[in-house]
């Protein structure tokens, strides 16, 4: 298998329509002044390439919002499966969302495995997409280790002077390259060129907190009694939009939905939010977070503690979706200093 190829610049329009001929094809387009969003494209006209992370990230595709689970109907005693899975290709996919699906598929393969998002995810191609500089001010991908390419994908796309270079990471993704054919095998000249590029990345690329990658875990094992977390209390308004926007947050809640007849009906997943006030709350009514502090301290341990504890890897991206969204300017960048302000 070929390593790297390349695409010259003037050929992504036709790439985009040839894939689109393959299979659904869904990209980043612009929506509205200022944001993106990931939506199905039949050509490479409204395709960014340069684009700030998209309001919802690339999970909408491999977790929906609302799913059918099962499909029941009593007269006949019946109790059906469902599993609701669209062949599809992500096209653009930026390093920081690449890691988030990792965390993802290593949540939903954990035992019992989900096997409706299992199933969705192997029909889902991947193209990643690198950014060679900063999207904005609340990025925090190189702190968590995201600023670089690191798997995830079929393709991944370099955008170099007047042509992107290709890294083929799967058969799967070799076979897009042959579909298509609009690829040339990829000279040492073109591998100078991104070599040379990384290299400048490496430099403008920064921690962008105070505290280094491997410093974050014992910062949050230390920090369930933080003042910071009061100071969330007085600003969070507890609408979760944080967790909605996250590449990394998967909790659902299941309703049933019980036709008029009361005979029929399905079951639904629907995202949740531990932002909500009764996310916790249990029969009786005993809440176990009643507080927004104790909402939002979760949220964090949920990035930062628990999922390092259970996985060896931090459930944060540095997408800085959260940061971006919130209406009370609760920033995550701001809350990592004020814990590691504290902790001196
Ligand atoms: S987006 Fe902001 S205000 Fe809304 S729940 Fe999250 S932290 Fe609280
Ligand atoms: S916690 Fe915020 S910055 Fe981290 S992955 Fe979630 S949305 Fe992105």
Redesign the pocket.
Known sequence: MTQYVILNKTDLDEFISRLAQIKKTVAPVKRGVKNYAFEEVTSGKNVAVKYIPTILPPKKYFLPQTETLQQYDKSKKTWNAVMEFQEMIIFGVHT?DLA?IQCLNMAFSDKPKDINYLARKNRILIIGLECNDYCDEYA?CKVMDNHMPNGGYDLFFTELDDFFMVHINTLEGEDLIEKTGLFKEAKEEHKKALKAMREEKRKRFKDEVNVTHNQLKPLFDKSFEAPVWQSLEARCVSCGN?TN?????YCFDIEDEIDLNLTTGVRKRRWDSCQNEPFAQVAGGENFREARGERQRHRYLR?FKYPVDKYSRY?????????RTCMAKIN?KETINELAQGAK
Request: proline letters at 5%; a positive charge; aromatic letters at 4%.
């Open positions: 920081c988030g925090s944080c926007v996250c590449p990394t947050c990035k459930f944060c991206t540095g997408c800085g979706r959260c940061s995550l």
